[in-house]
């Protein structure tokens, strides 16, 4: 709350929020091991959190006259991969949540999220190996990881009038990754 409090008197108003926690155990949770506060952790920082500061700043956004909510998503929320079911269906409340959301604070704020694919960051630099690498770019028709600047456009894009008719959407920002069966 003291963020939204802090926002709104350094600003007077709040049109635009990003919701960009994101955190797992990509990869690492074996669901034969994996405890019931590990598996709650992904849905703690990735959804309860975007839900309650959507829910704080619904209001002046509301008294605004306008706002857009972005949510943060992933390719693992419609992928299917081991080792990742806690990640990837708090990615895939993401989604639901988004769709509700616009219903929900509709017409006045749009709500839609952003689900990148493989970036090339320092988190996937600590599992990325040539061959995971190779294995990526094959399945991808512009032949390349993305970098967060492919993400921060398509935030862009969501934040701007030029959206304005736009709610309710998940855009993939991947290069071009269909979904794996």
Same mark, same amino acid.
Request: net charge negative; proline share 5%.
């Given at each position: =709350?003291?963020l939204v409090?802090l926002?709104m008197?350094?600003f007077s ?8 926690a994101?955190?797992?155990g990509?990869? &690492?949770?074996?669901?034969?091991d994996?405890? $019931?506060?590990?598996?709650?952790r #992904? ?6 959190s975007a839900?309650?500061?959507?829910q704080?700043?619904?209001p002046?956004m509301?008294?605004?006259g306008?706002?857009?909510i972005?949510?943060?998503?992933? =390719?693992s929320?419609v992928? &299917?991969? #081991?080792a990742i079911?806690?990640?990837a269906?708090s &990615?895939?409340?993401i989604?639901? =949540?988004?769709a509700? $959301?616009?219903?929900d604070?509709g017409p006045?704020?749009r709500?839609?999220?952003v689900g990148p694919?493989a970036?090339?960051t ?5 599992v990325l190996? #040539?061959?995971?690498?190779e294995? =990526? $770019?094959?399945?991808?028709p512009?032949k390349?990881?993305g970098? #967060?600047?492919d993400?921060?456009g ?7 009038p030029?959206?304005?008719w736009?709610?309710?959407?998940v $855009?993939f ?5 269909q979904?794996l069966?």
């Amino acid at each position: =709350m003291a963020l939204v409090y802090l926002t709104m008197a350094e600003f007077s108003s709040i049109h635009i929020l990003v919701n960009n926690a994101g955190g797992g155990g990509v990869g &690492k949770e074996s669901s034969f091991d994996i405890t $019931l506060e590990q598996f709650e952790r #992904p849905f703690q920082i990735n959804v309860f959190s975007a839900w309650r500061l959507a829910q704080l700043c619904a209001p002046y956004m509301q008294e605004a006259g306008c706002g857009s909510i972005i949510n943060m998503s992933s =390719m693992s929320s419609v992928n &299917k991969s #081991p080792a990742i079911s806690a990640y990837a269906a708090s &990615k895939a409340a993401i989604n639901h =949540m988004t769709a509700n $959301l616009a219903h929900d604070y509709g017409p006045v704020i749009r709500s839609n999220a952003v689900g990148p694919g493989a970036l090339s960051t320092g988190a996937l630099a600590t599992v990325l190996t #040539p061959e995971i690498e190779e294995c =990526m $770019l094959a399945r991808t028709p512009i032949k390349r990881l993305g970098e #967060p600047e492919d993400i921060a456009g398509a935030v862009l894009y969501f934040a701007a009038p030029i959206s304005q008719w736009v709610s309710g959407q998940v $855009l993939f920002v991947n290069g071009g990754v269909q979904t794996l069966d």
